[in-house]
């Protein structure tokens, strides 16, 4: 009989993630309080279903974008103006409908990719932030003429169930999370997934065998913005519970940029390691500098300071570690497993020499 | 006579918008030449201008007078560009051009971060002396700021232009940018080069940080004429100094005459976006911009 092994390969792959799961549905809900659910968890899984649109877009496609936040705008007035002038629409159907709003505008501004690369794309998505902005704050329509240009999100209702409270909530933004994940992990082992990277590795070859490059990019940026509007509706309605432009700025743009930098590109778990360091360190930080500094480390100061060390983290990343957390966890994973393994396998010839 | 359509106006507008243009050609300088010897999409290059104005504003409210501020913050401006070059860039060397934007990209929120809590994130009034009074030339009114910006921009460019002609350092500058092994192979100090590009992006910063600061005020905002840089870059070309100088021009003309001519009719506020629109719109019709070279792409 050979030594018992613990390698990651001998276990199912679908092993962890439904660990994951049962923890995310079964033990979580039942295990913190309402700041856990409201300022942490919510927020993490949103922000990690954006990471995980744009790293489809960009990690796997190579096609930089910087208006991710301009995408998450369009789902949440999409979803809430679908919402308000359709009775009746359940409001799972508005989310959907807000994505494909979104997708829509995705494929508009990817039309110059048909001829721009790199920067000049992103240059196009710049000007899909800004003209996106303007235009949802300068025709009143889109927030119903709502004077303060702060509107409230309809009550999440599902076939008679209630989303109520942090907790629904937060079942809610999983439910959503899940699905969309599921699909996308699913998406990028598919024929459609193979030619996103092809593209972004390189696109000539790629023409040369074959791939669809024009129609590939469009695709990419199809999907990705759907997942992102799904990502902005859930903001508005199961995280802020209200639906304003002012959050959907340039600085969320690159906070989801930094998220898979950090994180890891082409990667999904990425944008959930990614999303969780977001979420969590500007929280660490400003208890550290609280516990350290006391009084002088005020707002100001903690805001800047949190740029410096995000700035400074995405220079270290990009240099010491491209592939991000995700190839660090697994180096430290494969590592103790490894050390793991090696003593048993000691313990082993210890009691049978 | 209310229907005729009023010219001097529409001249005045003109000229409003062509002397606004040179300041955007002033920032999209600092960018071209860094592009241009290193490939590097540096997009931290409006939290420079505001590093520039901050440092230069806070050490003259601090008692210094003008020549000394200038002095102490170009050092600054240097001692940034060397520290920039060599803890962020050169460990970047080779990597794929996002990577080296994605760097910049978190370098200007440390700079930026820096700058403001080093000197403290309050509006600062810059005054460089001189006065902002409207000029009559020919029934047209001109600012008088806005003439006289335009005149140091202009001036910026002749200066940067002769020392690529006629300085060593210009014409390593230029054989770098030409062609890199070429360069590598005649003996050039590639490192030294490309420090010395980012200590003169730095400089150019430092005018521009002084003419925006004077006319905006000195506080965050300023970092972000790097966005209203970007269009006269894709317009002009990212690698050609007379690119964003019409770029500039046409940006600042167009912008100027749709804001007031286009803009009653959609609400307004259009100048965020605007001169996007136009940059993207050219660039469907010529990728490479109005002066940028045709790249060439092999298998």
Known sequence: MSAPSLSKSNLPRWLAPLILLGIAYGVVPFAGGSYLFEAILTPFLILSLAGVGLNLLTGYAGQLSLGSAAFMAVGAFGAFNFNLRIQGLPIPVSIVLAGVSAALLGVAFGLPSLRLKGFYLAISTLAAQFFVQWVLTKFGWFSNNSPSGVIDAPALQVLGIHFDGPVGRYLFALTVVVVLTALVARLVKTRTGHQFIAVRDHELAARVIGVPVFRTKLLAAAISSFIIGVAGALWAFAYLRTVEVAGFNLDRSFQIVFLIIIGGLASIRGAFFGAALIVVFPLLLSRLGAFLLGGVFNSGVLEMSQHIFLGALIIAFLIAEPKGLVALWDRLTARAAALFLSQTRKANTDIVP | ?299
């Open chain 2, 1 to 299: 006579m209310d229907n005729a359509f009023d010219w001097t106006f529409f001249s005045e507008v003109l000229v409003g918008g062509l002397l606004a243009g040179v300041m955007y050609s002033l920032v999209a300088i600092g960018f071209v030449l860094i592009y241009k010897t290193s490939g590097v999409f540096n997009f931290a290059q409006g939290s420079m201008v505001l590093f520039a104005a901050l440092t230069f504003v806070s050490l003259t409210e601090r008692g210094l007078s003008f020549g000394a501020a200038l002095a102490v913050t170009a050092a600054a401006m240097a001692v940034l560009g060397i520290v920039v070059e060599n803890a962020v860039l050169r460990p970047l060397v080779n990597r794929p051009p996002v990577t080296l934007f994605m760097a910049t990209l978190g370098l200007s929120y440390i700079i930026e971060g820096g700058a403001q809590l080093l000197w403290g994130a309050q509006v600062h009034a810059l005054e460089l002396g001189i006065q902002d009074t409207p000029l009559e030339v020919s029934g047209m009114l001109i600012s008088k700021f806005d003439l006289i910006a335009a005149g140091i921009s202009a001036g910026m460019v002749a200066v940067l232009s002769l020392f690529f002609r006629y300085t060593r350092t210009g014409l390593a500058f230029r054989a770098v940018a030409d062609d890199t092994f070429a360069a590598l192979a005649v003996g050039l100090r590639l490192p030294r080069i490309r420090t010395a590009v980012w200590i003169a992006a730095g400089l150019v910063s430092l005018v521009a940080g002084l003419l925006w600061g004077s006319r905006l005020g000195v506080q965050f905002s300023l970092s972000l004429v790097v966005l209203k840089a970007l269009p006269v870059l894709v317009l002009g070309g990212f690698d050609s100094v007379p690119g964003v100088i019409v770029g500039g021009l046409l940006i600042g003309a167009f912008e100027k005459l749709a804001e007031v001519y286009l803009g009653p009719y959609v609400g307004g506020g259009i100048e965020g976006w605007f001169a996007y629109a136009i940059a993207l719109l050219f660039l469907l019709i010529r990728p490479a911009g109005l002066f940028g070279g045709r790249t060439l792409e092999r298998v």
